[in-house]
């Protein structure tokens, strides 16, 4: 958040690729909006709760603790 905050031209921090990357747009409009880290992360928390169960079934070392 604070490079996009940081950044002199707004209108070309975001490249062609960056939703993307980002999976959608969700992350972009977060940021142009000036949503909170905190905020950005309850939005994700959802889909990282589902994805955590799939993703131990194909881990061939033991699992970690996720960094609150």
């Known amino acids: 958040m604070y490079a996009y905050q940081s950044f002199p031209s707004k209108s070309k921090f975001f490249n062609s ?9 969700q992350l972009r ?3 142009e909006n000036g949503d909170s880290e905190q905020k ?3 939005a994700w928390q959802s889909d990282i709760d589902e994805f955590m169960p799939i993703r131990k079934k194909y881990l061939i070392y033991p699992d970690f603790q996720p960094i609150e």
């Open 29 to 31: 409009t977060s940021l």
């Open 17 to 25: 690729y960056f939703n993307t990357l980002a999976g959608s747009k």
């Open 40 to 42: 950005i992360k309850k």
